[in-house]
């Protein structure tokens, strides 16, 4: 919804394949838009404050006539970068981008091998839950984060008031994206993907963010020159893509443009708040609560959901200091299986992970927030001498599953929730807690069979 080295070296490390994953899916590094969903999550305002500007979205240029597509000179000595920028700048105007807006951002374009780098420097190993959790809401990230809560509490009333979601997981995402603004990338956009998109490894998806680029500088809201960002295209203090910008920033502060690049945060954090409210986000509703389970409880409700009423029946009571709502529907999931913590997710939860995909970035943000405002660590403990597993060793344990009558959905060195239903099946079958976590002790078990 990911950032060079926060601290310990993680903050843009969310875009380098340093996110934990046991178990957990696959992060998309950025806020990202989802046009068919815009309808069903507009923004109500008649509850909200008075005077507060409206979402705008710039328009989608007119398609150019091929004739109209003029042909542009090679400018980076990179013969094959200038055949593709020549190629793309064709599609660029048939997309209604102009010729001048396209030669102006393309001017000074460089195709930069440290972009490349980064994009394939994917960690063999993930790193676990708990130690992304030391460093994505360690002390000095709450002291800042109370620090930036004080200092911009008008702006916070404001936003909350209109879009009606927690200034304390706005600002917790504030701080995991960019350390509360403090490190918001200095890439050019332009250089970032058009070397991504050239590359090839997924050149469709930063060719539309390209496209998306240059239709905000046309619309006038940044020029190229200012328009910085992550090495992979995000942008401003909450790291927006450029369709997710195209599709819900927010000009707040009513200057006339949305602006996220400025030292001024007001349009990145309203912009965030629009973003959540408009994927579903449901006041007064936490994002999940730690709890305790009774003895004997039968793991394998991990994954179900239930109304309230049914798990308290089941003798499922939040952790001492914790409260849950009165109501609603709740998931039952251990993020590091039986040996950790247990947590309740609620519909908020799926909201943030809009955000970005992983259930580890959203129990981060969500830990964060509660601590912000005054909440404790997890009382659990994390299983801190567990690993997780690499790509190839997610692999060997799908085909060792596959071949022992479990189906994982494919061999793909993905945990979804086929995978983890085959887990559950194959550890129920051994007598064992039947969580779905993925672990080095399963994958050594499956291979002594």
């Known amino acids: 919804m990911r950032r060079m080295a926060l601290g310990l070296g993680v903050g843009f490390a969310f875009l380098s394949g340093a996110i ?5 899916m696959e992060r998309s590094p950025f806020p990202q838009a989802r046009p068919d969903d815009r309808a069903a999550h507009m923004v109500q305002t008649s509850a909200r404050a008075p005077a507060v500007p409206r979402i705008e979205s710039s328009p989608r240029p007119p398609a150019r006539p091929a004739a109209l597509i003029e042909e542009r000179p090679a400018m980076t000595g990179n013969a094959d970068f ?3 920028i020549a190629g793309f700048r064709g599609r660029a105007l048939a997309e209604g981008i102009s010729p001048a807006t396209f030669d102006r951002a393309f001017a000074d374009v460089t195709r930069r091998d440290d972009v490349i780098r980064r994009d394939g420097a994917q960690a063999e190993f993930v790193r676990p839950i708990w130690e992304y959790l030391d460093i994505t809401v360690s002390e000095a990230r709450i002291a800042d984060g109370r620090r930036a809560l004080r200092e911009h509490a008008q702006l916070l009333d404001r936003i ?3 879009y009606g979601v927690d200034r304390e997981v706005v600002v917790a995402i504030w701080g995991l994206e960019s350390a509360y603004g403090n490190l918001r990338g200095d890439t050019p956009i332009i250089d970032a993907l058009a070397t991504l998109a050239h590359d090839g490894r997924r050149a469709r998806f930063f060719e539309n963010q390209l496209i998306g680029a240059l ?11 200012h328009m910085l960002g992550s090495w992979a295209g995000a942008m401003g203090h909450t790291q927006f893509i450029p369709t997710s910008y195209l599709a819900y920033a927010v000009d707040f502060d009513g200057d006339g443009r949305r602006d996220i690049w400025s030292d001024d945060p007001t349009d990145s954090l309203a912009s965030t708040a629009a973003y959540l409210s408009r994927h579903g986000w449901t006041e007064n509703q936490p994002w999940a609560v730690e709890v305790r389970l009774p003895g004997g409880f039968d793991l394998r409700q991990a994954g179900s ?3 309230l009423e049914a798990w308290r029946a089941m003798g499922v009571d939040p952790v001492r200091g914790v409260d849950l709502p009165d109501s609603g529907l709740a998931r039952l999931m251990f993020p590091a299986g039986a040996r950790g913590p247990a947590l309740l997710a609620f519909e908020n939860f799926g909201v943030i992970k809009r955000y970005n995909s992983s259930d580890s970035y959203v129990i981060a943000v969500g830990h964060l927030a509660d601590r912000l405002r005054g909440g404790r660590a997890f009382a659990g403990d994390w299983p801190r001498d567990d690993r997780p597993l690499t ?7 799908q085909r060792l599953l596959v071949a022992r009558g479990h189906d994982t959905g494919g061999i793909d060195g993905r945990v979804g929730p086929a995978t983890v239903a085959a887990v559950r099946s194959w550890q129920t079958a051994q007598g064992l807690p039947a969580d779905g976590y993925v672990s080095l002790n399963m994958l050594e078990r499956l291979r002594r069979q």
């Open 82 to 84: 200038d055949r593709w």
């Open 20 to 24: 934990p994953a046991s178990g957990s």
């Open 391 to 397: 790509r190839s060793e997610r692999e060997e344990l």
């Open 305 to 307: 959901r239930r109304a």
């Open 160 to 162: 909350e008031a209109h």
């Open 215 to 225: 239709q905000i500088i046309e619309a006038g809201d940044v020029d190229a020159a």
